[in-house]
């Protein structure tokens, strides 16, 4: 059984398993499938906005979809995530993943 229909197996029980879905969009990611990936991420983001991890994967597949607006905002929203919970690791990941977008522009 592959990593991909394991975790599809445990988000059957809990279909709205933050964590669960994550990982699962790594594993889309790892494929190349992309849209998948988008789907879980943004799916994350609009339920628990405090899910900091899944702003820095989600800008950077917007960046691979040439997308760098939508990436702009998306590390700009993770940013303030992780300020309001003070986690200065994630806020500094962030940070540098958007500096490395704005250079490249």
Known sequence: ??????????????????FLQHALALEYIKE????????????ILEREP???GSYYHLG???????EPDQ??????QGM?????????????ELQGALEDLEDQQ
């Open 1 to 18: 059984m592959s990593r991909i229909e394991k975790l599809l197996e445990f988000l059957e029980a809990t279909p709205a398993d933050s």
């Open 71 to 76: 990436a702009i905002l998306i590390y700009e």
């Open 32 to 43: 190349g499938n992309d849209t998948q990936a988008r789907e879980l991420f943004e799916t």
């Open 60 to 66: 950077k597949l917007l960046e691979r979809q040439d």
């Open 50 to 52: 405090g899910y900091i």
């Open 80 to 92: 303030d995530q992780a300020a309001a919970k003070k986690d200065n690791h994630s806020y500094n």
